[in-house]
T-cell receptor, first 114, second 112 residues
Framework: DTGVSQDPRHKITKRGQNVTFRCDPI?????LYWYRQTLGQGPEFLTY????????KSRLLSDRFSAERPKGSFSTLEIQRTEQGDSAMYLC????????????FGSGTRLTVV | DQQVKQNSPSLSVQEGRISILNCDYT??????FLWYKKYPAEGPTFLIS?????DKNEDGRFTVFLNKSAKHLSLHIVPSQPGDSAVYFC???????????FGKGTKLSVKP
């Protein structure tokens, strides 16, 4: 069990550029979540996969955002035409099912849009 | 509209004393509640959870109390240690999907 890995840890991009983040969950976990956290706020839900199926998307996930989880393994989160308001910590988490067990979060990818 | 509220942005406690972190929620459909701890530059770490059918759950120094009628839960840490200094998030969910709604967090400082 190597935990949840996220890559890159930090990303600085110019406004209007596209960025892609990767998340490798714990291998036996079938659920994968993406959250976004800004300063002074708690994590905010973006989207959720069970295996390869994307089952829920938040209204925060505008049409510039897309997430995939091919073959139910790793996941990618892409942001197109980045805006300064996209600057945040993007957190990935995985779980083995029932919410009572909690999620395991990765260390996050900090995005700065300049 | 915030469904999970942590009204104290910060809390300072002396080492060895009890830390009590509070959380209120508005959605009566929530049936699982969790506490996470977060150190700077790390992701949140799961601490303890409670189902709505219980009013108390204990794990070592950590105890979570749930008052459903008041829509209130609290996390007690006894005794508090300097290593407990972190931001604590309360989270809630309804059903088995597991999409957690988080509060804004309370920064706990435990002074030696």
């Amino acid at each position: 069990d190597t935990g949840v890995s996220q890559d890159p840890r930090h990303k600085i991009t110019k406004r209007g550029q596209n960025v892609t983040f990767r998340c490798d969950p714990i291998s036996e976990h079938n659920r994968l979540y993406w959250y976004r956290q800004t300063l002074g706020q708690g994590p905010e839900f973006l989207t959720y996969f069970q295996n390869e199926a994307q089952l829920e998307k938040s209204r925060l996930l505008s049409d510039r955002f897309s997430a995939e989880r091919p073959k139910g393994s790793f996941s990618t989160l892409e942001i197109q035409r980045t805006e300064q308001g996209d600057s945040a910590m993007y957190l990935c988490a995985s779980s083995r099912g029932h919410p009572i067990y909690g999620y395991t979060f990765g260390s996050g990818t900090r995005l700065t849009v300049v | 509209d915030q469904q999970v509220k942590q009204n104290s942005p910060s809390l300072s406690v002396q080492e060895g004393r009890i830390s009590i972190l509070n959380c209120d929620y508005t959605n009566s459909m929530f049936d699982y509640f969790l506490w996470y701890k977060k150190y700077p530059a790390e992701g949140p770490t799961f601490l303890i959870s409670i189902s709505s059918i219980k009013d108390k759950n204990e794990d070592g120094r950590f105890t979570v109390f749930l008052n459903k009628s008041a829509k209130h839960l609290s996390l007690h840490i006894v005794p508090s240690q300097p290593g407990d200094s972190a931001v604590y998030f309360c989270a809630a969910t309804g059903g088995s999907q597991g999409n957690l709604i988080f509060g804004k967090g309370t920064k706990l400082s435990v002074k030696p």
